[in-house]
Nanobody, 115 residues
Framework: QVQLVESGGGLVQAGGSLRLSCAAP????????MGWYRQAPGKQRELVAA???????NYADSVKGRFTISRDNAKNTVYLQMNSLKPEDTASYYC?????????WGQGTQVTVSS
């Protein structure tokens, strides 16, 4: 069983910042494209940001310029720096690892942005 361990969620005021972390087993992380997704109540899970093994990134239009995804290959960890948070960013955030069509998900971490 592959376990992705997320941390860093919480409650923040609009305009504030949070950094999410997701640690994966080294045997997975080294080969994986990593991503952050989010799901708000009553809505579908959506891609927030993704990063390839080589460091190429892509972002949802709604977070461009505010969120930054990065990976530390020495620590087997992917990060999501979230700045200028808005109430509409409120959701459960999930880490995803994809390796040769195998997909692994974290348990999710809650981000709540108050207005």
């Amino acid at each position: 069983q592959v376990q992705l361990v997320e941390s860093g969620g919480g409650l923040v005021q609009a305009g504030g910042s949070l950094r999410l972390s997701c640690a994966a087993p080294g045997r997975i992380f080294s080969f994986a494209a990593m991503g952050w997704y989010r799901q708000a109540p009553g809505k579908q899970r959506e891609l927030v940001a993704a990063i390839t093994r080589g460091g190429s990134t892509n972002y949802a239009d709604s977070v461009k310029g505010r969120f930054t995804i990065s990976r530390d290959n020495a620590k087997n960890t992917v990060y999501l720096q979230m700045n200028s948070l808005k109430p509409e960013d409120t959701a459960s955030y999930y880490c995803k690892a994809e390796v040769q069509r195998l997909i692994y998900w974290g348990q999710g971490t809650q981000v709540t942005v108050s207005s």
